[in-house]
């Protein structure tokens, strides 16, 4: 059937996304690689600004229009998705791929019936009759945990709260039954306790279709609890990728270390001595070989001018810094 | 006892949905259709009909800020937060109700007397971006309280807006830049410094650090508490984020649907919360530790309001300790520790 | 990009802006985008060689307006009279140059009526709402139903025909389009964070609106304004075609094509002609200038 890949769901391979602004070219993604392997649920962790979103676009070739990807691959199942035309995506978007991100009541339409937006789904995509699409629909509206889904089949997207929107979304992302679900910040902007709920929900449907899910975030307390491997990205770079514990346990680069002694957190009452130093760095000044966290590194040396290796350093742990490279 | 700095009592503000002015369009959809939404077999209430009608932002609030404390007012969207900032502001009229500053009734006061009470008491808002003019210059920005209130009384215009400036950490080449040419954390600094402006004896933070990445936070939250204590102010923080109640506040109010469910030491709540719905919050939050368990107590359904409320405990239909007794009566706050107030009815009865 | 792009459903392709990063202004931004924008250049252009005409030319060009010459009537273009003579000899290309100044005059003073109280009522009445808001609603409602010209031939026919009538009248008629847009820009900034923070600091409603509002709708008022000075260049023009306002011997653009149409018959078409392409030429520069204007500010600044 597919070409598999050694159980490698995703693999992005020396991928790089380059932005046309006003005001020149940016490297937003530059040359990372990252794997999602079948069934291991992995975090893509960062801040604002450092490339994950597009990286999440550009697996769907959903760019827009001024971003493009400049190198590299993604292999999805063994096959390479840039080699891809519009048409032959349109048959990986929603079937083998989904995407959901931020919750946002635009993303559905305001003048359409949330049932006849799903049903539609189930018509154009599964060639369902409308009859057995409307019951579908109906189904799947009680699978998410929305109450009395027939009646809410038949209101429109602003009757909805923000976190039924998202489960709505959700319903029509996974209607098809694709093999990975990338959910990019899903669930900010929602409370706490609808945030916990969104989660659980995106949890039961994993293991009842066996989907894999690769969730982008800013938020580490989402990682910890949904993600088994977790990559961290900084400035289009991936710096780090490793298991969930290690992540948290055993950081080996200083941008995570840094990262996570930053953020403020509920269950500690005094704030951390070394909070994030400097800003990130300007977009259109980043140098175009080695570390891009050069200048707020403590730890920065001269060779971290110098191309960037990346260094294995434990069973699927991984750092991209100078710092750990062996004399080999 | 001293005489708190704020003191609000009965304070009511309710809305006509869905168009009024200032709710969350969680508050507006409560009122939308998905008012229907009830568990009915659960709890045996009678399913809802749909009123288009009121919200209760506020329903009867009572609670005083102590002269140089840091109270906390944490809850999720509709729970009514941000009205009662914007009452404490006289930015909204509260439909009933009465709030003391500095034991002077605020809610009467007009014209002058309003201008001096608003040079007392002033807000940092939620957006930093939104709450700039995107045409005024971070100088511009600043210069306008001042100028509203002929300020500073001896001295140079511009010294007071250097040092404003300077007290929040920012440079003086940003006085010449524009909110779009500025960083979160630099347009967060603004608004502050803009709040600071009058040197104002309260301040209201309404979300101070939601706008912001993970690593900013800290650094805001560290310039609050020096700022605090320099100008010597008391603050009432308002969040969504137990992170930042945690390391900011020595009291906290739980709120749901307008009324406060829990008041506690800020420590005592996060560790030990004794209301239901408390108890859901703290257990629903995202811990940055893959090893950290704790049980999980869910609430069913999502925030909803339900006409008749006054009479039954707004929780009940989603509560999961709920007993026969919720359905009937409203939940009062009662005192059941020393800093410990609670309003539940098991909880306050002893039951747990 | 939205939901159904990335299901897979509709267009493929995603839109939308490129993601939002700093940027440290180096020439004016303005500047920058007027230039990029070749219809707007050219009504500035035409524009600037007609206010110069209108500054300096009476200055320069040796001749009187006024002046008649029976002796040299009806003479079609030459080296000596560039536009011809009109049928009592006088020289049209001097009549021209000083009707530029004139019309340029009136029209903007048509607009800046037109302009001026279109903010001042538009603030209001979007500010402060209410009741104020209502009147203000039905009055313009009311003034929309006519066009312009009409409302000014029958202003004319009650209060006299004379300049100031039919520039008051048109200023009138003009003004309930600014206070809608002016309006319309005032309530979707009134309820914004950045209007309440004032409010927080304890300005004053006036104040709010002068300071804050006022600025902010200036570039939509502006492109309206170019607008304005269009539709007066051709409604005056028509106006006094039909000999209302000006009245001759004073040279006007509209004047002077009316008079100068019956010769067109008889072959003399220069003395239609030329004031009838100015007219064109002028109105043509301020809707250039004005759709332009609009197109730069309505897009890129929401208010």
Redesign the interface.
């Known amino acids: 059937m597919m070409v598999d890949n050694n159980g490698k769901l995703l693999e992005l391979q020396n991928l790089s996304i380059c932005l046309d602004t006003q005001r020149g070219k940016v490297d937003v993604v530059d040359r990372i690689n990252f794997t999602v392997p079948r069934g291991v649920s992995v975090g893509l962790v960062g801040e604002s600004g450092s490339g994950k979103s597009m990286t999440a676009l550009a697996v769907m070739q959903l760019l827009p229009k001024a971003a493009s990807i400049a190198g590299g691959r993604i292999l999805f199942q063994g096959e390479d998705l840039t080699a891809k035309n519009d048409d032959e995506m349109q048959k990986v978007r929603g079937f083998k791929i989904s995407l959901i991100f931020q919750t946002s009541k635009t993303a559905l339409n305001p003048l359409m019936r949330v049932g006849d937006q799903i049903a539609r789904v189930y018509v154009q995509r599964l060639g369902l009759s409308k009859k057995d699409a409307w019951e579908k629909t109906v189904e799947l509206l009680g699978a998410v945990g929305i109450a009395q889904p027939d009646r809410r089949a038949r209101s429109f997207p602003h009757h909805l709260s923000g976190g039924m929107a998202q489960r709505v979304m959700i319903g029509m992302m996974l209607a098809c039954n694709p093999r990975l679900l990338i959910a990019d910040e899903p669930t900010t902007g929602l409370d706490v306790t609808t945030e916990a709920q969104i989660l659980d929900l995106i949890r039961d449907m994993r293991a009842e279709q066996g989907i894999t899910l690769m969730l982008i975030t800013h938020d580490l307390g989402l990682v910890a609890a949904n993600c088994e491997q977790v990559g961290v990205m900084h400035a289009g770079h991936i710096v780090e990728y490793s298991p969930v514990r290690a992540l948290f346990y055993d950081p080996k680069h200083p941008y995570t270390r840094m990262f996570l002694s930053s953020i403020p957190r509920p269950d500690r009452a005094e704030l951390s001595e070394s909070s994030m130093v400097g800003q990130a760095p300007d977009p259109y000044h980043l140098p175009t070989e080695g570390c891009r966290f050069i200048s707020r590194c403590p730890e920065r040396m001269e060779r971290c001018s110098q191309p960037v290796p990346w260094v294995k350093v434990d069973e699927e742990h991984q750092v991209f810094c100078h710092l750990y490279q062996e004399a080999a | 006892m001293t005489e708190p700095l704020v003191a609000v009592k009965d304070l009511t503000k309710t809305f006509e949905a869905p168009t009024a002015?200032?709710t969350s369009?969680?508050l507006a959809?409560?009122v939308?259709?998905?008012l229907?939404?009830?568990?009915v077999e659960e709890t045996g209430i009678e399913e809802a009909a749909v009123k288009e009608g009121v919200i209760r932002a506020v329903d009867d609030l009572d609670f005083n800020i102590l002269d140089g404390e840091i109270l906390g007012l944490v809850g999720?969207?509709g729970c009514g937060k941000s009205t009662v900032a914007r009452c404490m502001?006289r930015?909204i009229e509260p439909d009933r109700g009465e709030i003391r500053f500095d034991a002077r009734p605020i809610l009467d006061l007009n014209g002058k007397d309003?201008?001096a009470f608003?040079?007392q008491a002033?807000?940092v808002?939620?957006?930093p971006m939104?709450?700039?003019?995107?045409?005024f210059t971070v100088e511009k920005t600043l210069a306008?309280?001042l100028r509203?209130?002929n300020l500073p009384v001896n001295g140079s215009r511009k010294k007071r807006i250097l040092e404003l400036v300077d007290a929040v950490h920012l440079r003086k080449d940003h006085l010449n830049r524009y909110p779009?040419?500025?960083?979160g954390?630099e347009r967060q600094r603004t608004?502050i410094a803009?709040a600071l402006a009058?040197n104002p004896r309260f301040l209201i933070l309404d979300e101070p650090?939601s706008a912001l990445?993970?690593?900013?936070?800290?650094?805001i939250?560290?310039l609050l508490l020096e700022l605090k204590s320099r100008f010597d102010m008391t603050y009432l923080v308002i969040s969504?984020?137990?992170?930042?109640?945690?390391?900011m506040c020595d009291r906290v109010i739980v709120m749901y649907l307008g009324r406060a469910v829990e008041v506690a030491r800020t420590?005592e709540l996060?560790e030990t919360p004794r209301h239901p719905y408390t108890q859901?919050?703290?257990s629903?939050?995202?811990?940055?530790?893959?090893?950290?368990e704790s049980p999980?107590i869910?609430?069913r359904?999502?925030?909803m309001d339900m006409p008749g409320t006054g009479s039954r405990c707004s929780l009940a239909s989603r509560c999961h300790m709920a007993i026969e007794e919720c359905s009937h009566t409203p939940q009062e706050l009662a005192q059941i520790e020393e800093n410990r107030w609670v309003a539940c009815h098991r909880v306050s009865g002893g039951q747990i | 990009m939205n939901q159904s792009e990335a299901l897979g459903m509709g267009g493929g392709k995603g839109s939308g802006a490129a993601r939002d990063l700093k940027t440290h202004s180096s020439a004016p931004e303005w500047w920058l985008t007027l230039r990029s924008h070749r219809t707007v250049m050219l009504g500035i252009v035409i524009l600037t060689i007609m206010v110069l005409i209108a500054v300096i030319g009476p200055f320069v060009v040796e001749g009187d307006p006024l002046k008649t010459n029976l002796k040299a009537n009806r003479t079609p273009p030459n080296a000596e009279y560039w536009f011809g003579t009109d049928e009592v000899g006088r020289d049209i290309f001097v009549r021209v140059i000083y009707a530029i100044r004139l019309d340029l005059m009136l029209v903007l003073v048509i607009a800046g009526i037109a302009t001026v109280l279109g903010a001042g009522l538009g603030l209001l009445s979007g500010y402060v709402g209410g009741t104020l808001d209502q009147v203000i609603m039905r009055i313009t409602d009311i003034m929309m139903a006519f066009p312009g010209f009409l409302l000014a031939i029958a202003v004319t026919a009650v209060l006299g025909n004379n300049l100031r009538t039919v520039v008051l009248a048109l200023g009138f008629a003009y003004a309930p389009v600014a206070i809608r847009l002016v309006r319309a820009q005032v309530l979707t900034m009134r309820d914004s964070q950045f209007v309440e923070a004032s409010r927080a600091i304890g300005t004053p409603g006036w104040q709010i609106m002068s300071y804050h509002l006022f600025p902010l709708t200036l570039s939509i008022l502006l492109a309206q304004a170019s607008l304005f000075l269009a539709w007066s260049v051709l409604d005056v023009a028509g106006l006094s075609f039909l000999g209302l306002g000006i009245r001759p011997p004073t040279p006007e653009l509209g004047s002077m094509t009316a008079e100068g149409a019956e010769f067109i018959v008889t072959g003399e078409w220069w003395i239609s002609v030329f004031p009838g392409l100015v007219i064109m030429l002028m109105a043509l520069a301020f809707t250039l200038l004005g759709d332009g204007l609009r197109d730069i500010f309505d897009p890129r600044h929401k208010g």
């Open positions: 002015v200032g369009t969680s959809s409560r939308g259709g998905f229907e939404q009830t568990n999720e969207s502001l930015l309003l201008k608003r040079q002033q807000m808002f939620q957006d939104a709450s700039l003019n995107p045409r306008e309280p509203v209130h779009h040419q500025l960083s954390g608004v803009r009058t650090t990445d993970a690593s900013a936070r800290v650094r939250i560290k969504h984020d137990i992170s930042i109640i945690r390391h420590a996060i859901a919050l703290m629903a939050l995202p811990i940055p530790d893959p090893d950290y999980r869910r609430l359904g999502e925030v």
